[in-house]
Nanobody
Framework: VQLVESGGGLVQPGGSLRLSCVAS????????MAWYRQAPGKQRELVAG???????NYVDSVKGRFTISRDNAKNTVYLEMNNLKPEDTAVYYC?????????WGQGTQVTVSS
């Protein structure tokens, strides 16, 4: 299984980005999915998750600003990020899992700075 993230970059505070994670080598629709992030000197934290049934959850700091979604036909999970803040700066990782199986992407850098 391979996960490839894209969509990161440099954005000014208040700006938006959309991250994508494309999976290959597995049946995508059976997996739960999530986006994690890790800032320098900090532990990796869960940002948003979506189950194989479509239920979502978010860390409090991104509620109302970020939206996670999935397109099973395209084997892709998205993270729409709006009103970005400097504290959102981190490497963002895609994670998919199901019983006994867990896979991570390589990460994509998001930098929020003026």
């Amino acid at each position: 299984v391979q996960l490839v993230e894209s969509g990161g970059g440099l954005v000014q505070p208040g700006g938006s980005l959309r991250l994508s994670c494309v999976a290959s080598g597995t049946i995508f629709e059976f997996y739960n999915m999530a986006w994690y992030r890790q800032a320098p000197g900090k532990q990796r934290e869960l940002v948003a998750g979506i189950t194989n049934g479509g239920m979502t959850n978010y860390v409090d700091s991104v509620k109302g600003r970020f939206t996670i979604s999935r397109d099973n036909a395209k084997n892709t999970v998205y993270l729409e990020m709006n009103n970005l803040k400097p504290e959102d700066t981190a490497v963002y990782y895609c994670h998919i899992w199901r019983q006994g199986l867990s896979f991570w992407g390589q990460g994509t850098q998001v930098t929020v700075s003026s």
